[in-house]
């Protein structure tokens, strides 16, 4: 059998978010990098299709006159993803998004995003789950980023976010999967796409998250806080790609000792 590309793999296994397919399993950020110029650059390297906008940081028109972040990736070519960070109450999320909406032309894909504290920037879940159902009953198709609990990821696809996006470790933090087996929980229970939100740090843990069985990967600071920018987001295309494919292929079980990997059975002392 002839290896397959990395092409056709995508296409034929691709990611659906709210009806939509995406050959790419690498979601970015936009934020944190020098300039706009940087931000297209890594984004291409990276291949995503899918970037996410801090609607509080980021100018998508909301700010006539200042340097726009459509300009350099645009909605006609990437799938643009409001996003709540910095938001700290479910009302305050609530209302970013619908400025979103409003800025988006009417399109209702959105990550939800309520955080406990500045310095960890931990999920508040309470209000997380407000957010959440309210967004949900007006029409909107919510992506919410969470804690690595398996009852709150469950309860979250049960009001009806379209995506469920765990931490892998703190935002920012490049520790890389800190709980491997509470993200398995969460993927083997889940109906909706697992898509791993925060903590990574380099290319082997993006690779692990999907090698686990996540539908995906969010990253920003991983990319745009490495000394190479986009030499890096490069390197996680290509890590989401091979861990995808190792998980599809199947790994072999662990053991404590090696078997041959010749026949020794007949051979001549």
Request: charged share 20%; hydrophobic share 45%; aromatic share 4%.
């Amino acid at each position: 059998m002839n290896a397959p590309n990395a092409t056709d793999l995508q296409a034929a296994d691709p990611l659906v978010i709210a009806g939509v397919s995406y050959a790419s399993r690498l979601l970015t950020g936009t934020g944190k990098f020098v300039d706009l110029d940087e931000t297209r650059r890594a984004t291409e390297a990276a291949g995503s299709q899918i970037v996410t906008v801090a609607i509080r940081r980021t100018n998508i028109g909301q700010n006539p006159g200042e340097p726009n972040l459509l300009d350099v990736l645009s909605p006609d070519r990437f799938t643009i993803l409001p996003n709540t960070a910095g938001c700290y109450n479910a009302e305050d999320a609530v209302r970013t998004l619908r400025l979103a909406r409003e800025l988006l032309d009417g399109r209702n894909l959105v990550k939800l995003e309520v955080l406990g504290d500045q310095r960890t920037l931990y999920p508040d879940v309470v209000h997380t789950l407000a957010a959440a159902e309210t967004l949900v009953k007006e029409g909107f198709d919510v992506m919410v980023y969470t804690s690595d609990d398996p009852i709150l990821a469950k309860r979250l696809e049960e009001i009806g976010c379209i995506a469920v996006m765990p931490l892998a470790a703190p935002i920012g933090s490049g520790l890389g999967i800190q709980n491997k087996w509470n993200l398995v929980e969460i993927i083997e229970n889940a109906k909706v796409p697992i898509i791993v939100d925060a903590g990574v740090g380099t290319a082997s843990d993006a690779a692990i998250a999907m090698e686990l069985g996540c539908d995906g990967v969010l990253m920003n600071t991983a990319i745009a806080g490495a000394r190479e920018p986009v030499l890096m987001a490069h390197a996680m295309k290509l890590a989401i790609q091979a861990g995808r494919a190792a998980y599809k292929a199947g790994r072999i079980p662990r053991k404590r000792f090696a078997s041959a990997s010749s026949p020794v059975d007949g051979l001549i002392d």
